[in-house]
């Protein structure tokens, strides 16, 4: 009988050391998995991206620099034709973002930041209230109210 009794207190213990051995190899597997993910998927963004299309600040590689060929070396002295311009933005600093044939951009008009989505004709497609808008009481940068980011797509 006493017999009996060590042999179901290993069988108990085997079990735990079961179970914490597989939680353990359940543990690393995900994380080695998660690690994984979460380097590839930046890769997979910039994998699925069109070619013309700049969609967060400093461009698809956030190198600043354009993957399109065909480009001019030089501007000649007149530089290029002007194709439209958007009144009614508001202030800010927000640079544009550009995917799907849509330019995004950042306002502030009043005490309220917009976010605006401009077709590639420069007509307005919608905008967004985007909370309050940023403003500075210091004298030295009174000028620089308004959004000073740009939106990533």
Same mark, same amino acid.
């Given at each position: 009988m006493g017999r009996n009794n060590n042999n179901d207190k290993d069988m108990i213990r085997g079990f735990h050391n079961t179970a914490?051995?597989?939680? *353990? !190899?359940?543990?690393? !597997? !995900?994380?080695?998995l998660l690690s994984l993910l979460?380097?590839?998927? +930046?890769?997979? /963004?910039?994998?699925?991206? /069109?070619p013309g299309?700049? +969609?967060?600040? *400093?461009?698809?590689?956030?190198?600043?620099?354009?993957?399109?060929t065909g480009l001019l070396k030089a501007w000649d002295e007149k530089g290029p034709a002007l194709l439209f311009t958007i009144p009614g933005l508001g202030e800010g600093y927000?640079?544009?973002a550009i995917a799907g044939g849509v330019i995004y951009t950042a306002g502030s008009t009043g005490n309220q930041s917009f976010l605006y989505?401009?077709?590639?004709?420069? /007509?307005l497609v919608w905008k967004k209230p985007n909370g309050p808008a940023w403003t500075v009481?210091?004298?030295?940068?009174?000028? !620089?109210?308004g959004p000073k980011s740009t939106p990533d797509l």
């Open positions: 914490r051995r597989d939680n *353990h !190899y359940s543990r690393f !597997y !995900y994380s080695w979460l380097v590839l998927m +930046p890769s997979l /963004k910039l994998a699925s991206q /069109k299309e700049w +969609p967060c600040f *400093h461009g698809l590689n956030r190198t600043n620099l354009s993957e399109e927000s640079s544009v989505a401009i077709d590639l004709n420069g /007509k009481t210091v004298s030295w940068a009174s000028s !620089y109210n």
